[in-house]
């Protein structure tokens, strides 16, 4: 069972449609990432989150963390062919000790088409 | 300021042989963290190294190993390859353990290594 579940797993939309990406858990989190990867390459972080009910924006990018801190969003609005590659979700569990762990949620491939 | 190195950036082994990967840190980085990435498994923990030390360890057979060079740079040995040891290896730098109330970590590009 994972940890951190991400929905939907793979989203194919066409150009300037509008999309929502999910990680949900049973378990609290002291922080979130977002990270988006491109084929062959590492993943990038793209956000954190770590206070209960926080909002970042970045561009067309809009990051929730949900109030209780076991879940989190992102919305892209007005999608393009560059928001095209593997977003993944990652957190540190709360009461976790300060070792580095990481835990990813499977990752939502999307595709977007012009 | 250069990002996380790894090398090599591709491998070809066969069953039964060992390898070793190497991951360079951000300047001024010492926390390295090694992540095992497959399609069906996703990104899952190795091992988290912090001056030289381990400080924390997946759910990985012992054939994965690694350690910490004092100019932080970090190595992960696999022994005894396997085909399902097929994937893409990452490494993660991080400034420290913990960065303010959030812990932040910043991926090289990963090795990917087949198994043949």
């Known amino acids: 069972t994972q940890l951190l579940e991400q929905s939907p797993q793979f989203l194919s939309i066409q150009e300037g449609e509008n999309l929502t990406v999910y990680c949900n858990s049973s378990?609290?989190?002291?922080?979130l990432q977002w990270y988006r990867q491109e084929p062959g390459e590492g993943p990038v972080l793209l956000v954190t989150v770590v206070t209960g009910g926080e909002v970042k924006k970045l561009k067309r990018l809009t990051f929730q963390f949900g109030d209780a801190r076991k879940d989190s969003s992102l919305h892209i609005t007005a999608a393009q062919p560059g928001d095209t590659g593997l977003y993944l979700c990652a957190g540190e569990r709360e009461g976790s000790s300060n070792t580095g762990k990481l835990i990813f949620g499977q990752g939502t491939t999307l595709q977007v088409k012009p | 300021k250069a990002g996380v190195t790894q090398t090599p950036r591709y491998l070809i082994k066969t069953r039964g042989q060992q390898v070793t990967l190497s991951c360079s840190p951000i300047?001024?980085?010492?926390?390295v963290s090694w992540y095992q990435q497959t399609p069906g498994q996703g990104l899952q923990f190795l091992f988290e190294y912090f001056s030289e030390t381990q400080r924390n360890k997946g759910n990985f057979p012992g054939r994965f190993s690694g350690r910490q060079f004092s100019n932080s740079r970090s190595e992960m040995n696999v022994s005894t390859l396997e085909l399902g040891d097929s994937a893409l290896y990452l490494c993660?730098?991080?400034?420290?353990?913990?960065?303010?109330?959030?812990?932040?970590?910043?991926f090289g590009p990963g090795t990917r290594l087949t198994v043949t």
């Open positions: 378990s609290v989190f002291s922080s």
């Open positions: 300047s001024g980085h010492r926390s």
């Open positions: 993660a730098s991080s400034l420290e353990l913990r960065q303010g109330p959030s812990y932040e970590q910043y």
